[in-house]
């Protein structure tokens, strides 16, 4: 489909929804009606179990309520009870039993229960897709799941664990998207070959949130409304449409018009020109989210040291953070975003081309090349990709852009296809170990273990000392040690690693001046629409 058939049919969607009537300039969407412009072409299901992309975590946010969960407008109180009421820790440490509240209800009608809970859990461990790792990291496995969680009645669910943790870190676990607790009745009603309704959970959700999908069309639009169910407080905006509009200029225009509320993916120059506009505001918003390029490890070339450090001496860190990335993104070369506990500050890397190239003769391949470098196409990715291939190139490597979209990137990147990935790594849960543990951990480098959720595994970077280090650190009670642990273990990552971090974000959202309390998450979750006033 062409931009120009796409912007045709999403204009006929929203004219639609509006009683049919069109669109004219300077238009106002309706006052329970939201409209977001965002890139979301990195969807790829709707299902807690698997889903792991940015845009399809803010919709599971909406859409599927958890045991614990954060207030988005109060994200600093950390998790708060949600499905659970209230939890009871045994003496040892390891077995948590949780109390299922009262009033939530599944979109199908169906009461939550504790039964649903069980379910939802064991089946994520089950299906074993990439995020499951967030949960098995308790020593869950799919042959004992069924006894390690599960519902002694209705309001009574029993988790234990192989060993004691931190039980903060056990429940900002289950604030990730796998935590959402979906409608056992209505998923397995929709099973197909056993796969526990995976293919159904796809394109369809069973929640007990604010929200239901009722539309989504792949790289084009995504359509939530009220569930009718939802026992909490009736939110304002009783549709929410999510329109993938890729380029930053169109999001701009589109909110100048008055056709959208809130555009996500903005250019500075787009930023400043809304900054100048009446009715029309910039809101920013500290991110966990990281930008980096990773090596490949299967590719020879790519598992020499030195030629990794010539890489990190050439990167335009700050002429990019002071040009193209300008109030979006703050240089940062941990993997722990600023605010979490033990986050690194040190920035050891600058551009610095005298250092590039004596590394690079010390290393076994001074011609450094061929390289590609593997991008999804979105503005700020392309420039970034950019400009390290203009440095690199002057290094003497040579260097290509293998362009696509955020599905088929991330594809390529999970098989380990590529050379080098230059992507986004957002946290799952608060947690340091929400980064370090796939960062720098890689239990199974083997490709038969299919371990996608570690970003070690990914670059097949095999690292046993550092994942018993890492490891470590999970189990660690002392707040005080367990930060240094972490700042240790960052500082030898920056050295050894073949990721090389360069920035954390700040998204700077623009947005029709009426519209309040949009939260994107910050660096801990997802977006939050349910708050959301105009």
């Known amino acids: 489909m062409t931009k120009t058939n796409r912007s045709l049919r999403t204009a006929a969607l929203l004219a639609a929804l509006m009683g049919g009537v069109a669109l004219p300039a300077m238009a106002e969407t309706p006052p329970n009606m939201l409209v977001i412009a965002n890139r979301i072409d990195d969807i790829k299901t709707f299902d807690p179990a698997e889903s792991f992309e940015f845009a399809g975590a803010d919709v599971s946010r909406n859409v599927y309520e958890k045991l614990v969960n954060f207030d988005p407008l109060d994200l600093d109180a950390g998790f708060q009870p949600e499905l659970a009421e209230s939890w009871e ?10 109390t299922m509240a009262e009033g939530h209800v599944f979109a199908s009608g169906n009461p939550v229960t504790a ?61 990730a998207t796998i935590g ?7 998923v397995m009603a929709n099973e197909t070959d056993g796969d526990m309704g995976s293919a159904w959970l796809r394109t369809n959700t069973a929640g007990s949130g604010p929200y239901k999908v009722v539309d989504w069309k792949p790289n084009e639009s995504v359509l939530m409304d009220l569930n009718p169910s939802y026992g909490g407080e009736t939110p304002a905006m009783q549709r929410v449409i999510v329109q993938h509009i890729q380029e930053s200029a169109t999001q701009r225009l589109q909110l100048e018009r008055g056709d959208i509320d809130i555009a996500r993916n903005l250019s500075p120059e787009d930023v400043a020109s809304i900054k100048e506009q009446d009715g029309l505001k910039v809101v920013d918003e500290l991110k966990g ?22 890489l990190k001496w050439v990167v335009d860190y700050q002429g990019m953070a002071d040009s193209f990335l300008n109030g979006q993104y703050t240089v940062h070369q941990a993997f722990l975003p600023l605010t979490f506990l033990g986050a690194l500050t040190e920035k050891p890397f600058t551009y610095d081309m005298d250092k590039a190239k004596a590394a690079l003769a010390e290393s076994g391949y001074p011609d450094c090349g061929p390289i590609e470098i593997s991008v999804r196409e979105a503005q700020e990715r392309m420039d970034i990709a950019q400009s390290l291939q203009n440095t690199w190139n002057q290094l003497g490597c040579d260097v290509s852009l293998i362009v696509g979209t955020g599905a088929q990137t991330l594809d390529r990147y999970r098989a380990r296809e590529h050379d080098i990935y230059l992507g986004a790594w957002g946290p799952d849960y608060p947690d340091p170990n929400t980064n370090a543990g796939t960062f720098a951990v890689n239990p199974d480098n083997s490709d038969e273990s299919g371990n996608t959720g570690y970003l070690a595994w990914r670059n097949a970077w095999d690292i046993p000392e550092m ?14 040690t367990r930060a240094e642990m972490y700042i240790d273990l960052q500082k030898q990552h920056q050295q050894v690693s073949p990721f090389g971090i360069m920035f954390q974000q700040i998204e700077q959202h623009g947005m029709r001046e009426n519209v309040q309390n949009f939260v994107s998450g910050g660096a801990t979750t997802a977006a939050s629409y349910w708050v959301v006033t105009k």
Not at 467 to 480: F, H
């Open 289 to 310: 989210r990281l930008m980096y390029w990773s090596a490949n490890q299967k590719k020879e070339m790519l598992t020499d040291p030195k030629l990794l450090e010539a």
């Open 467 to 480: 994942t018993q280090d890492t490891l470590a650190a999970v189990v660690e009670n002392d707040t005080e």
């Open 180 to 186: 959402g607790i979906v409608d056992m009745e209505t």
């Open 89 to 98: 820790v045994s003496e040892d440490g390891t077995v948590i039993t949780f």
């Open 115 to 175: 039964k649903d809970a069980a379910f939802s859990l064991q089946r994520a461990v089950k299906l074993d897709k990439t995020p499951s790792f967030i949960l098995t990291q308790f020593g869950f496995t799919p042959d004992n799941v069924d006894e390690m969680i599960k519902a002694t009645d209705d309001k009574t669910l029993v988790v234990t664990l192989d060993q004691k943790y931190a039980v903060s870190f056990v429940l900002n676990c289950l604030t």
